[in-house]
């Protein structure tokens, strides 16, 4: 008896009961199934954190871009407001006599060329009609009509423009005007040139002073070329603007100026 308890007990130690056997196989495929899920799970979150994490990344470095940007707007704008000023003070200091407003130009026509520009400023800042409009680089134009915070202003390109001229090097008067047939090029003409005149290519054409309505000795523009005038008695000339009237964002006019003959 006690020889085949020994056998049993031997036969049996270290294996698995025939009961816990069969719970076993039982219970495997549903442990599997759940370890599967509980990974499954953990991996959703996981990636849901990280997603969520990475929103919040996305979102702050936008807001860092956005300000940066907002920043180098802020830059820029105080470094065009200041070489404006500068502008306006070298104006100033060139012609003394003059009294200078700065204005914004808040809208232009349509077309290749500006033949015509809306300013921020009128008549509450003392704008009135036919003010002279300047930038450092010569003549814009002259005030055309005048709103209580806006003006328009005719560029001198445009066909109603007329200013009195001088040539500098060889001061010859003349008239500037605007041309139908020269705007579309972005030119205007400087008329009753004398046959004889020495004008030449290059030559710079400047407000003459003469009337009184625009101050003296604002550049006008270059003479690109003469040509004879179809009635022959004189020539003309096309003037090439001192002002890109496509790239100018803010002028100064003239409210009052010194005349002097």
């Not at 807001?63 to 003070?89: P, V, Y």
């Not at 204005?103 to 509450?124: P, Q, R, V």
């Not at 409009?133 to 560029?155: A, C, N, Q």
């Not at 309505?213 to 000339?237: D, R, W």
Request: glycine letters at 8%; a negative charge; proline letters at 2%.
């Amino acid at each position: 008896m006690s020889f085949a308890v020994f056998c049993f007990t031997a036969f049996t130690e270290g294996k698995i009961s025939a009961t816990s056997n069969i719970t076993g196989i039982l219970i495997t495929p549903i442990q599997k199934g759940t370890t599967g899920v509980a990974g499954f799970v953990d991996n959703i979150y996981g990636y849901l954190y990280r997603y969520d994490s990475l929103q919040e990344e996305n979102k702050k470095l936008k807001e860092e871009l956005q300000d940066t940007k907002n920043k180098l707007q802020s830059a820029q704008e105080a470094a065009e407001e200041n070489t404006h000023l500068r502008e306006l003070l070298g104006l100033k200091q060139k012609n003394k006599s003059f009294d200078l407003e700065m204005a914004e130009i808040i809208a232009s026509s349509t077309g290749n060329w500006n033949t015509a520009l809306t300013i921020d400023k009128g008549s509450l800042s003392g704008i009135k009609v036919n003010d002279c409009v300047i930038t450092e680089d010569g003549m814009v134009g002259y005030i055309s009509e005048v709103g209580t915070t806006f003006s328009e202003v005719v560029t001198v390109i445009d066909p109603t423009m007329q200013a009195g001229a001088i040539v500098s090097r060889t001061r010859d008067v003349a008239v500037a005007q605007g041309s139908f047939d020269l705007m579309d090029q972005g030119m205007l003409k400087l008329s009753y040139i004398k046959k004889d005149s020495d004008i030449m290519e290059g030559d710079t054409v400047e407000t003459s002073g003469l009337g009184g309505v625009f101050p003296k000795g604002i550049i006008i523009g270059t003479v690109q070329k003469i040509l004879p005038e179809p009635h022959g008695i004189s020539n003309y000339a096309v003037i090439k603007p001192a002002v890109n009237l496509n790239k100018i964002s803010k002028v100064f006019i003239v409210k009052s100026f010194k005349i002097t003959e």
